[in-house]
């Protein structure tokens, strides 16, 4: 399994804004399909986002569409999910993952560490 890195979680309050990242430091996210998921305690893993590789068209689920946003850097090799308007159900730790494939999948092969959100007053 090839290594993501996530960055970016922390504390925030309602309504506020985070920017996580992924990064892979072994090889190049350019022609991967690249997730991002969330698990909050006693809750299963859900898909967030995902970025599809050559014209990096987004998908989001419902929850999320028109707060966060996904976007991928080429020359930094990093894939960012953009948070806006948080909210206490946004709370879970967010994990990236990727797929060497052309489509934004239902399963993905490589998976980061993940990465703490807690949107708390």
């Known amino acids: 399994q090839l290594q993501l890195m996530e960055s970016g979680g922390g504390l925030v309050q309602p309504e506020g804004s985070l920017t996580l990242a992924c990064t892979a430091p072994?090889?190049?996210?350019?022609?991967?399909?690249v997730g991002w998921f969330r698990q909050a305690p006693g809750k299963e893993r859900e898909g967030v986002s995902c970025?599809?590789?050559?014209?990096?068209?987004?998908r989001y689920t419902d929850s999320v569409r028109g707060r966060f946003t996904i976007a991928r850097d080429k020359v930094k090799n990093t894939v960012y999910l953009q948070m806006t308007r948080l909210k206490p159900e946004d709370t879970a730790v967010y994990y990236c993952?990727?797929?060497?494939?052309?489509?934004?999948?239902?399963?993905?092969?490589?998976w980061g560490q993940g990465t703490q959100v807690t949107v708390s007053s």
């Open positions: 993952a990727a797929r060497h494939i052309s489509v934004c999948p239902t399963e993905f092969d490589h």
């Open positions: 072994e090889f190049s996210l350019v022609d991967y399909a």
């Open positions: 970025i599809r590789p050559r014209d990096d068209h987004p």
